[in-house]
């Protein structure tokens, strides 16, 4: 299986209205990272919204944005291309062996949310670690 579907089977699949895998039919690969441009998240919660199932507490909700996409990269060097002025970092955490990043786009005032493959850069992007107790104690 190529990085694209692994990817997207492990953290966009689960969940997912359109699918449970990523030879459900719908798998759309996007333009300039990884990742499905077909994901939709399936679970509603109330008081939450849409649900990401394959992603940890604090990193699983869309919130007021219910089209909201992740974003999947294989380990970039540098960041500068995934985290800019336009692209601020608010937290990061280690999952399943990878970095997820959820964080801000001031200019457009909306979330956004990444996967990056691996964990060899997590110390270089610069906000707040959420550790696996911190997710545990999340609602």
Not at 50 to 56: A, E, H, I, R, T
Request: charged share 25%.
């Amino acid at each position: 299986m190529d990085f694209s579907k692994e990817y997207t089977a492990k953290y966009q699949c689960p969940g997912c209205t359109l699918g449970g895998d990523t030879e459900c039919g719908s798998f759309k690969r996007h333009l300039g990272h990884e990742g499905c441009d077909s994901h939709s998240a399936g679970t509603f919660m109330v008081g939450a919204g849409k649900l990401f199932l394959g992603l940890p507490r604090g990193f699983n909700r869309s919130g007021v944005y219910p089209d909201m996409k992740m974003v999947i990269y294989k380990e970039t060097d540098p960041l500068t291309e995934v985290f800019d002025h336009y692209n601020q970092p608010v937290w990061k955490t280690k999952y399943q062996g990878d970095t997820i990043v959820r964080g801000l786009r001031p200019r457009k005032n909306e979330p956004f949310l990444v996967v990056i493959q691996g964990q060899s850069q997590f110390d270089t992007i610069d906000c707040i670690e959420i550790t696996e107790e911190m997710r545990e104690e999340m609602d």
